[in-house]
């Protein structure tokens, strides 16, 4: 893996950050296990939200965008250019 951009990085930060508590008693050591807890809790959320789109089909992705839907029946009653 190569290692992350300066805007990946960012982006990681924060993400750890959203999930990161630390003990009141703020120590260096729990500080350290409470960003560990952080990243494994943000993995295995990204890793559901990868799997969920991955379940997603076309039918339920138009049943939830009925703007794109309309765009489609429209499109195919546009008359075709030689």
């Not at 050591?29 to 991955?54: G, S, V």
């Amino acid at each position: 893996m190569t290692p992350p951009n300066q805007y990946e990085r960012e982006n990681a930060i924060d993400a750890i950050d959203g999930y990161w508590s630390p003990d009141p008693h703020f120590t260096e050591a729990n500080a350290r296990k409470a960003f560990e807890a952080a990243k494994e809790e943000n993995r295995r959320h990204r890793l559901r939200d990868l799997e969920c789109i991955e379940a997603i089909t076309f039918e339920q992705f138009l049943y939830a965008r009925p703007l794109i839907e309309r765009r489609l029946k429209e499109y195919a009653q546009l008359p075709k250019s030689p």
